[in-house]
Structure formats: C-alpha cells, structure tokens
C-alpha cells in the first residue's frame, strides 16, 4: 500500500525536477529513489536464503554511482526516465511484499540496527517509503500525506518509545530526525527497533 501511494504521488512530477536536491538530502532526486528501491530490495532478499545470515548482508555489490551518492545494489536505466524510475520501485515494494508474506514468521535476518523477522522488515519497508517520500514530495514541490493508521501501525513496531498521543505521521517525520514535534527535542540521530516481537 505505501509504495503503491508513493508512487501514484511521484507519478505527479514533471520530468526535469529529478536532479534536484530531495528535502534535507544530499542525493538528488532520482538517487533518492534508487536508493528506497533498493531499501526494499534490501530488506527482501535479506530473507530469501533458507538459512538468512545472522551477521551480515547477503553479498551483493552495493556501489556508488558517484562520489556521496547512495552505495546501491540496485539502479534505474535513466533511459527508461521517470516513468521506468518508478517501475523499479513498483517492482522492489512487490519483490518486499512477497517475500513477507512467504516467508515463515519466525525467520530471522540480519539488519544493522539489529537482526528482524518478516514483520519488521516489512515495517521498515514501509517507514523508508513514507519518509523518503517526504524526502521526495520536498523536493518535487509535491503534497505527501500518507495514512495516519499506517504511521500508527510502524510507530507502533519499529519506534515503541515514541510518544502516542501525537499527530502519527508529525510524530513518524520526529521519529526519523525529519521534523519538530511539541514537548520533545529534536533528534540529531535515531535509529528503529526491529526486534521481533512475540
């Protein structure tokens, strides 16, 4: 649902506005989306082996196209413009998508900020969605406001110590060091907690 909202928004650009700055970031525009792409590629293969590494990521090439730009494994065919753009991403969510729901529940996988299940990494899927596409939305001069059930939902998961008496996706862009929230500091630095819950 999140990258299919993401993309009928970014669908809603004009073709040049790509190489500039998305939000707060140091990558362009089409960089950014590279880069949530192969988030969710990431976040998919990472349990498709039967036995999913406990200590690194499965070994693919994560490489930079240019100096400060996003270390990815996977990149568009600027020939294929916009358009192609957002079909990776279209195909990257589904490759995530599937693999949550056909990987058994009690699979565990690495990820830096601590290994996961399916479920956590489907929650992460859908936290680099929402907030890359803010990222996004800011720098295309688009309007980006996903559900607030769907913000709850991953607070829920990935962030439990966040506060829920606020506005969920104010609270989500706090969360990830992307906005202000009334009666608590800024974050500098965050990272979720995709601990597997039973």
Known sequence: MAVRLAVGVLGEAGGGAWEGKAGSLEWDCWETVE??????????VQLGPAAPPLDREVPFVWESR?????????????????AGLLQVLEASGALLVAMVRTTPPETIAYHGFGNSDPEGFAAMGIVETLVHTYDLAEGLGLTWNPPAELCSRVLARLFP??????????T????TGRAELPGHARLTTWRWDGTPRS
């Open 35 to 44: 880069h949530l792409s192969d988030d969710l590629f990431a976040y998919a």
């Open 66 to 82: 240019r100096p400060g730009g996003p270390a990815n494994a996977v990149h568009a065919d600027r020939s294929a413009g916009a």
């Open 161 to 170: 110590d966040a506060p829920r008496d606020t506005d969920p996706w104010t």
């Open 172 to 175: 989500l862009l706090w969360a």
